[in-house]
């Protein structure tokens, strides 16, 4: 695929060198605040997305297929414009089911998925509405969707009502959680502490908190619940009047995310595109993330009245919405590119599809093929 251009950085927007070692003060002063411990979720909302000084927030470019880019990993929409092109043909069917014409799309990254869905949906789209809370993204989504700058607009916050097509790639994964852990049979909540030297630590304490689902056994066991994923999509379908909504992430149902087997939890680091389990070091400096509990996510939705149009693997999906023929029209680079999106060994089978309806629901096409929502 092509290139995402990185502009310069703004001179207001701190770069990732000078901003770890505030980010960590920052944290350590309010770890301090809290007497000493500070919940895990709070942390990694810090680290990830204090103002101008978390990951999130600084200008570092975090997309990007290689790491001699600057870049620390790459999302699909970055691999292949085909991703993009065929979630369109799926956006493409909500508006028809739902009479709208709008695409919110929610950590919208480079923008690289917006220009992909822009070029594909062209007039369909009657505005193309961002949320992102990072200015630094903000600042270079801008330059790449100039072309569409008269449909594009960007928000802080969600309106009271929405009508459209929402759309999130790799967000919930993003959003922070709180970790338990259950040793000698008792569940203790992680969180954070300041060494003698300095250096964040771990320190369990007692809590009331539970995972959904006791994992069997007796053994020792490192887990992540998702409140703050969970809340996002109650509000969300506390305002999503009319439409569809589609969230692309990494993840399980929950059966597999509290398997017996999964006992150290799914937390993890990226930086210059490698992986690691230790989020206390380059505070502000990496991406923090963990699997998303597809099954809580679902659950979330419907009590809150939103219906499931469906849950795939990201392969079913794609290829029921024609990543198979856009493959065979496209250049051989492209098609070993556009093949990562859907094997299993690659993104085709740890990344699921997960959509819901503000309404009634409809045969959806992404799902018609190898629908699993009976996993949930």
Not at 299 to 325: I, P
């Amino acid at each position: 695929m092509g290139a995402v251009s990185t502009p310069t950085t703004p001179p207001s927007v701190p770069t990732a060198s000078s901003a770890s070692s505030a980010c960590a003060a920052l944290v350590r002063r309010a770890i301090e605040r809290d007497g000493g411990w500070l919940p895990f979720d709070r942390f990694m909302a810090l680290a990830l997305y204090a103002p101008g000084l978390g990951y999130y927030a600084h200008g570092s470019r975090k997309f990007g297929h290689l790491p001699q880019s600057g870049s620390d990993f790459v999302t699909a929409p970055e691999l292949s414009p085909l991703f993009g092109q065929s979630l369109a043909v799926a956006v493409a069917d909500a508006f028809d089911h739902t009479g709208t014409d709008e695409v919110w799309e929610f950590g919208a990254g480079s923008g690289a998925l917006a220009a992909q869905l822009l070029d594909s949906l062209g007039e369909r789209v009657a505005r193309y509405t961002i949320v992102d809370l990072s200015g630094a993204l903000r600042a270079r989504q801008q330059e790449r969707l100039a072309p569409w700058a008269g449909r594009v607009r960007w928000v802080d916050a969600l309106p009271d009502g929405i009508e459209g097509v929402v759309v999130g790639n790799e967000v919930l994964d993003a959003m922070p959680v709180q970790l338990l852990v259950r040793r000698a049979g008792q569940w203790l909540e992680r969180g954070v502490t300041v060494q003698p030297d300095g250096t964040f630590g771990w320190d369990d304490r007692s809590t009331d908190l539970r995972p959904p689902v006791e994992p069997e056994g007796p053994q020792d066991y490192l887990t992540e619940v998702h409140p703050q994923a969970r809340a996002f999509i109650a509000t969300l379908a506390e305002r999503l009047k009319r439409g569809a909504a589609y969230f692309l992430d990494y993840g399980f149902p929950e059966a597999e995310y509290y398997h017996p087997q999964r006992h150290m939890g799914t937390l993890m680091c990226h930086q210059a595109h490698r992986s690691d389990d230790n989020p206390l070091v380059a505070v502000g400096d990496k991406d923090i993330t963990a699997h998303v509990d597809f099954t809580g996510v679902a659950l979330a939705g419907q009590d809150a009245g939103l219906e499931v149009l469906g849950y795939t693997s990201q392969a079913r999906f794609l290829l029921d919405c024609g990543l198979a023929e856009r493959m065979m029209d496209a250049p051989l680079a492209e098609r070993a590119l556009a093949a990562r999106l859907i094997h299993e060994h690659e993104m085709g089978e740890l990344f699921k599809v997960l959509a819901f309806a503000a309404g009634d629901a409809w045969d959806a096409l992404g799902f018609r093929q190898g629908d699993r929502s009976h996993t949930l």
